[in-house]
């Protein structure tokens, strides 16, 4: 396969390198350009490097419940101040691209980039000027980032095999079950935007678990 004849040839750490300056070389020098190319760039670096693992499947579900937060997150708080955008327009609070570098970032330093201080000091800069990227341009402000980032890193602990997430799934279990027993006729935005705010309780109560 000649993904794997590439690894073996220049190392994964060095493929992974590559690609991310191939990615941004290709990229329109701009700020905000920039920013949108990491924003991918990050989490599917991060998917390659832990689907060699035989983790693509685990980091895919990590990736989903930041979208899932995310989305949540900006659909319940509404016209808020807090979720409001510098730009007037409400939509931004976590940020979205700061979640999503950070936790391609995050699972690239603690997998294929561990043994490497440079290439995970490469990942985490990058991360860090997207969420700048973000302020620069003006789409959210620096709380709206850094809750961002602070999910992208929660998002990318949790569900990883140990006792954070044997515990994370006993308590999946147990709400669905009640749920069910207790909401059976309720309407189907309420119903996720419920889902939504217990997989946040649930985020806080796993995070002991992963310090």
């Known amino acids: 396969m000649l993904l794997s004849r590439l690894i073996r040839a220049i190392g994964l750490v060095h493929l992974v390198l590559a690609s991310l300056v191939a990615a941004l070389v290709v990229t329109e ?21 832990a689907a060699t693992g035989g983790g693509g499947s685990e980091f895919a579900l990590r990736a989903g419940l930041l979208v899932g937060i995310t989305h949540a997150s900006k659909a319940i708080l509404g016209d808020a101040a807090l979720n409001r955008r510098p730009n007037g327009l409400p939509g931004g609070f976590p940020s979205a691209h700061t979640g999503a570098a950070v936790l391609g970032a995050s699972a690239l330093v603690q997998g294929c980039l561990r043994g490497s201080p440079v290439g995970q000091a490469a990942v985490l800069i990058a991360a860090g000027f997207t969420g700048a990227s973000r302020i620069a341009v003006g789409e959210h402000t620096i709380w709206q980032v850094l809750a961002g980032a602070i999910l992208g890193w929660l998002c990318d602990r949790l569900l990883r095999r140990g006792p954070g997430r044997q515990r994370l799934v006993r308590l999946c279990s147990t709400a669905r079950a009640g749920l069910r027993r207790r909401l059976p006729d309720l ?18 109560a796993v995070i002991p678990a992963l310090i």
């Open 29 to 49: 020098p701009s700020v905000r350009r920039y920013g949108d190319t990491l924003q991918v760039a990050l989490p599917l670096l991060a998917w390659g490097c």
């Open 187 to 204: 309407p189907p935005r309420r119903a996720f935007l419920l889902r939504a705010g217990l997989v946040c309780v649930m985020c806080l």
